[in-house]
């Protein structure tokens, strides 16, 4: 059973590395990485994050539970105490990587209006809204499976 929560938890860890390394690879301007870390705090993306993942544990510790006939309570502790708290620790990591990302993929231009746009009552009307968006889609993604 452990052997099978670490290698989920190393395969895990492994894509966090990867993508670190291939975010690294690529030059990324400094002013646009600037831009989208603040894009990521103003639309409070490690908020967010932690809302996602707070959606995905109950399905994900479902299927390792699943997986490990017999040893369902270790199954479910393993995720409580270790799994869950490490994913919720790695989230800066995961919003800088997504500020990277952003910074690739947008133009300093294009990163600034998003900037401005999120300043603007409808920007700030999505950045309140996001949360219960999310909820809504998890609930209706619960339904649809």
């Known amino acids: 059973m452990q ?6 938890v190393a395969a895990f860890a492994l894509t966090i590395v990867l993508g670190a390394s291939l975010a690294k690879a690529q030059e990324i301007d400094p002013q646009a990485l600037e831009l989208s870390r603040k894009i990521a705090a103003l639309t409070n993306a490690q908020a967010t994050g932690d809302q996602v993942l707070s959606l995905i544990m109950p399905q994900l510790t479902e299927l390792v539970v699943r997986a490990n006939p017999g040893k369902e309570a270790d199954a479910r502790t393993i995720m409580d105490q270790k799994v869950a708290p490490a994913m919720r620790e790695m989230l800066p990591e995961m919003v800088e990587m997504t500020a990277q990302i952003y910074a690739r993929h947008f133009t300093v ?21 996001q949360p219960a968006l999310i909820a809504e889609a998890g609930q209706a993604g619960q339904q649809w499976a």
Request: aromatic residues 8%; positive net charge; without cysteine.
């Open 109 to 129: 231009g294009e990163l600034t209006q998003l900037t401005e746009f999120y300043g603007t009552p409808l920007g700030q009307k999505l950045i309140q809204t």
């Open 3 to 8: 052997r099978s929560m670490l290698r989920v």
